[in-house]
């Protein structure tokens, strides 16, 4: 049983660019979450995925945006990247919000020079 | 506004140790969840334990053990003979219960360092 997948694992992007990230969540789960570790800290919600709505928003400014498709999967979409951007992107995926619980992935290392 | 705190950065012990990770958290909420997470160098949070604020009762899994005590807001982790596959970083968690059950707030992590 495959867990959650998360693509790329490593990044390397210039400031001012736009990247994709993708999640894939684990098999029976419908509810995708998205995280931001910087190096050294706890991760901080960005925002949650049920039903392809946005449930819930932290605080993150609108270049951080994303996407649930019909099969569950996402996308987090970061436009004008700066450098404080670097950081791992972790993507949970969990059933119905996340009553019974979270599964994470390995991460996305985003570098931005 | 919601905040857990976990004062130890980074703790270092020798193999069959024993270790206690703090955990302190701030909520207004009447009902949370409370967790507490791995993190190896490979980067996936792996999942050790959920506890619900109606239940104070310690639990024990293995070497593990888990102290929570609702009058001092404290949900403290215990290794018991550490082992070198415990180094990690360790954070600890809060979610309230109902529609925000989204976003986990997470301490900043206690790094464990186990030597042999």
């Known amino acids: 049983d495959a867990g959650v997948t998360q693509s790329p694992t490593h990044l390397i992007k210039t400031r001012g660019q736009q990247v994709t990230l993708r999640c894939s969540p684990k098999s029976g789960h419908d509810t995708v979450s998205w995280y931001q570790q910087a190096l050294g800290q706890g991760p901080q919600f960005i925002f949650q995925?049920?039903?392809?709505?946005?449930?819930q928003r932290g605080n993150f400014p609108d270049r951080f945006s994303g996407h649930q498709f019909p099969n569950y999967s996402s996308e987090l979409n970061v436009n004008a990247l700066l450098l404080g951007d670097s950081a791992l992107y972790l993507c949970?995926?969990?059933?119905?919000?996340?009553?019974?619980?979270?599964?994470f992935g390995s991460g996305t290392r985003l570098t931005v020079v | 506004a919601q905040k857990v705190t976990q004062a130890q950065t980074e703790i270092s012990v020798v193999e069959k140790e024993d270790v206690t990770l703090d955990c302190v958290y701030e909520?207004?909420?009447?009902?949370?969840?409370l967790f507490w997470y791995k993190q190896p160098p490979s980067g996936e949070l792996v999942f050790l334990i959920r506890?619900?604020?109606?239940?104070?009762q310690n639990e024990i899994s293995g070497r593990y053990s888990w102290n929570f005590q609702k009058s001092t807001s404290s949900f403290n982790f215990t290794i018991t003979a550490s082992q070198v596959v415990d180094s990690a970083v360790y954070f600890c968690a809060l979610t309230p219960f109902g529609g925000s059950q989204g976003n986990l707030i997470f301490g900043k992590g206690t790094k464990l360092s186990v030597k042999p």
């Open positions: 995925y049920y039903e392809e709505e946005e449930r």
């Open positions: 909520t207004r909420d009447t009902t949370y969840y």
């Open positions: 506890r619900n604020s109606f239940d104070e």
């Open positions: 949970a995926s969990s059933l119905n919000q996340g009553i019974h619980g979270y599964t």
